[in-house]
């Protein structure tokens, strides 16, 4: 008896041991410490990529072939979670009118319309067949329609007589979907003109019909359907991102339809789309005996005389940003403003009354930033040349510096290694050139940073970091509110305090962005947006940290 206890015993410690060995596994490959001595093993998570719509196409044909699964199958699936979300939206009393096109997108609509009416939705549906070819789902989901009793189907192969379109209606609209690379014309850019026109609510199925994946810069936008609800297929198309985009997009959600998981894993892009997951990979702990000289010490150049808030904004959001210690450099008229306005900051004086002339000493600091309030005047633009000639710190760039560079491009490639650039779109066309609209934009963007090995933070609704290697990291947070003066200052103040802090410059520039427009979230939920400022994003940056730490 004795024999077996002490057997029983001995089996528990062994499994407790080997529990706590695993526990203790799992925690460092988990933990923070893990990744940041190992963090070329971190990758962004597998849904939040961006892939171009020819890729999307392979990816549903991977997954046929390899789960394997039929076409028509695979369609039922992206079907259910459609008709799920709708039925989410919608009760039964709404009447639904129905546009399906002759190809998959057309097939999506057919079979959603199938599961509605299952369901007792009232449905009216419109399927265009003007060359009598449907692709085969297509084909299959007609006949599967068409054996369901109460739908009113037409199928439209010459003449189309318009149907009624209320407030109260909502239309699916299953016409084209993303393959789509030419703008509509004919009688289908009639139909969509016809839908627009209406006062329904409009449900696009995958993308909206005509609006093109990625580049839009030759399409008819009259021609292009004005959805209130995108609902995307298993990924969002980069067409979304784009604020030209917004009055055809709506607000857009994306549905699972299970694509395979393998293969978008092993597919590469260089676009991805980033949430709070992402940045928990990042933010790196803070030692129990840690001090202030762990934190770095970093270097604003900000301010001219009537634009003392600039630097003020700046500084107060680095400091809040977990900076050890900040110098701010400010012509003499500035200096009682700061010392007052920011009293944990310490201020160096320029020459200069009324604005920076005098480049300074880098060697101390680990990060320098340069632009905020900075003025136009000639002493400011010669300093700044010189001030980067010398430099060997990574630098910020933002605000009047980005002008400056604007008029000496080449200064641009001068910058030091993992140096930051933080403009507007605005301000980055005077870097590259005028653009047409965002996705032109976008890829001057990854050009200039390719070439000159710096990154980008490209400002906007959806702001993007643009790294050298042409990698475009989406953020999402950020609201309306935050198109204020400011909101870059306090931005490029936040990217300061992280490159002094030792993170590389895509870390730095990617928390920075996420952060920034989690405090303007913040602000917005607290206060709403039209009397939201740049000084409240300031204030719920520690809120913002916390939440991040938690």
Known sequence: MLLSLLFVDCVFLYKMRKTLFINSVKLLL???????????????????????TTKIKELDAYTIENEPITSIDLMERASQALAKAIAERWNTDTPFTVFA?????????????????????????????????????????????????????????????????????????????????????????????????SSATVVAIDIPSGLMGEDNTYN???????????????????????????????????????????????????FYLL???????????????????????????????????????????????????????????????????????????????????CPTDTDDYQAVGVGPGLGKSGEAEAALLEQIENCLTPMVVDADALNVLGEHRKYIGRLPKGSILTPHPKELERLVGKCQNSYERLMKARELATASGVHIILKGVYSVVI??????????????????????????????????????????????????????????????AIGLTASDIVTYLPLAWKLLEE
Not at 232 to 251: R, T, W
Not at 310 to 324: E, P, Q, T
């Open 30 to 52: 988990y933990s923070n410490l893990f990744r940041i001595f190992v963090p070329h093993l971190i990758d962004y998570p597998t849904m939040n990529k961006i892939f171009p």
């Open 101 to 197: 096109g002759p190809g998959n997108n057309g097939g999506d609509a057919l079979a959603v319309s199938r599961l509605l009416a299952a369901k007792g939705y009232l449905l009216e549906v419109y399927l265009f067949n003007t060359k009598g070819s449907l692709s085969p789902d297509c084909a299959a989901n007609k006949e599967r329609l068409t054996a369901v009793p109460g739908v009113d189907f037409h199928e439209v192969t010459s003449q189309f007589i318009p149907p009624t379109l209320t407030a109260k209606h909502v239309v699916l609209d299953g016409l084209f979907g993303s393959g789509l690379n030419k703008a509509l014309s004919g009688g289908f850019a009639a139909v969509v003109k016809y839908i627009n026109a």
């Open 467 to 528: 790294t050298p290697s042409g990698k475009c990291l989406f953020n999402t947070t950020g609201n309306p509110g935050m198109a204020t003066g400011g909101s870059g200052d306090v931005l490029t103040g936040v990217v300061l305090a992280l490159l002094a802090q030792g993170y590389d410059a895509e870390t730095a520039a990617t928390l920075a962005t996420y952060v920034h427009g989690l405090a303007g979230d913040i602000a917005y939920k607290k206060q709403g």
């Open 275 to 357: 949430d709070n997951e992402d940045m928990l990979y990042l933010l790196k702990p803070r030692s129990k005996f840690a001090h202030k000289g762990n934190f770095g010490r970093a270097l604003l150049i900000a301010g001219s005389q009537g634009m003392a808030g600039a630097s003020v904004l700046a500084a107060r959001a680095c400091l809040r940003s977990g900076v050890g210690l900040l110098t701010v450099h400010v012509p003499f008229c500035n200096n009682f403003i700061v010392q007052t306005s920011v009293p944990e900051a310490m201020t160096e004086i320029d020459l200069n009354e009324t604005c920076f002339a």
């Open 220 to 270: 008819i936008s009259a021609n292009i359907i004005r959805a209130d609800l995108t609902l995307s297929l298993q990924l969002p198309k980069l067409a979304f991102l784009f604020a030209e985009n917004e009055p055809f997009v709506g607000e857009w959600e994306v549905l699972d339809i299970g694509l395979s998981r393998d293969a978008i894993e092993e597919t590469g892009t260089d």
